[in-house]
């Protein structure tokens, strides 16, 4: 093995060793984190199943803490894989997994439920119709996209810009004809949150992220291929459309789920993969496991950071992803255009 082989290992390693002690330290500390305060002790204690002293802080942990907390994980981890699948599938580290209009569609679903005051599958009603919505959403714009029987990468992106502006109008218009209160809440819900997870809401997410991650591990080494081009990828046995299109399903699927119940949350997908690919290269069977831990560990500490900035309350997680998420981002391109020899 050589020196340059030996050195990307221990890259790897090192690096899924942080991310795996990241994650543990952050669940943990914001598990114990907020207005009613608890030390790393009990919450330890709790999760190895021993009582607590004060019974109240115990229910608090299991049925408010825990569940936002595992929310977020779930959440951040299918954004980070979705990103990755995205940028992969495209052939561009700039790719997220909003340019299909599966965020805007499944945000057009949920003020529709808010708006008319849907109540058809309880508390379900909002998260499920914005699944639904991002999931039609985003077949629409792969079939719209489709020319002489392929999608093309750009004719994607273009239509999905096209879907995504159709969408906020709607959004917009829904707005508009809403009540007060209705507005208060579509508002609330598109800056993004995981404070009103619940273990329900837990068991409905977990599957379908499952799902997603498990077909992102199963595209893996064919993303690398494609990397080389569709038409090298071709030539090497990859069918290039099936192959886009279940990555698109995967991403659907993933996204919608993590919409329909944490809202809209920006640059988890972005940044996250874009960070991996910087350290590790762009190889997706390392790439993929990395970015759902990196996902994880970004939005709980957002969520986190959100519970603890300001005394007494909880900003939305999305805002909190974008002011934080933006800036660094800039910073990276940056970082990457001076190494090139300067903005192009």
Request: proline share 4%; with cysteine; glycine share 12%.
């Amino acid at each position: 093995m050589t020196a340059s082989a030996v050195r990307g290992r221990t890259r790897v390693v090192v690096l899924f060793a942080v991310l795996a002690v990241a994650l543990v330290v952050v669940s943990v500390v914001s598990a114990g984190a907020g207005q009613y305060g608890l030390p790393v002790s009990d919450v330890l204690r709790a999760l190895t199943g021993k009582p607590l002293a004060d019974p109240f802080a115990e229910g608090a942990l299991w049925a408010v803490r825990f569940p936002r907390v595992v929310m977020s994980l779930l959440v951040g981890a299918v954004l980070g894989v979705c990103g990755a699948l995205m940028q992969g599938s495209f052939g561009n580290p700039l790719a997220e997994p909003g340019v299909v209009g599966v965020s805007s569609g499944a945000a057009v679903g949920a003020c529709l439920s808010i708006v008319f005051g849907w109540t058809f599958f309880g508390a379900f009603t909002v998260p499920g119709t914005a699944f639904a919505a991002g999931l039609v959403t985003t077949f629409a714009v792969y079939a719209l996209s489709r020319s002489s029987g392929r999608t093309g990468t750009v004719s994607m992106i273009l239509t999905g810009v096209a879907v995504n502006a159709v969408a906020g109008a709607v959004v917009a218009l829904l707005m508009f004809i809403g009540d007060q209160a209705a507005r208060e809440q579509i508002v609330f819900w598109q800056l993004g949150s995981v404070a009103g997870a619940r273990w329900s809401y837990v068991w409905v997410a977990f599957p379908l992220v499952a799902v997603t991650a498990l077909a992102s591990l199963l595209v893996a080494r064919r993303l690398d291929l494609l990397a080389l081009g569709d038409r090298q990828a071709r030539h090497l046995g990859v069918d290039v459309e099936r192959l886009r299109l279940l990555v698109i399903c995967a991403v659907a699927i993933g996204v919608s789920a993590a919409v329909s119940y944490a809202g809209i949350i920006s640059f988890v997908g972005l940044v996250v993969p874009h960070l991996i690919r910087m350290i590790v290269g762009p190889g997706h069977q390392v790439l993929i496991p990395a970015s759902l831990l990196g996902g994880a560990v970004l939005l709980a500490a957002a969520d986190l950071l959100a519970r603890t900035a300001v005394q007494y309350a909880d900003l939305p997680i999305g805002m909190v992803t974008a002011l934080i998420g933006g800036p660094f981002f800039f910073w990276l391109l940056r970082k990457n255009r001076t190494k090139a020899g300067g903005w192009a």
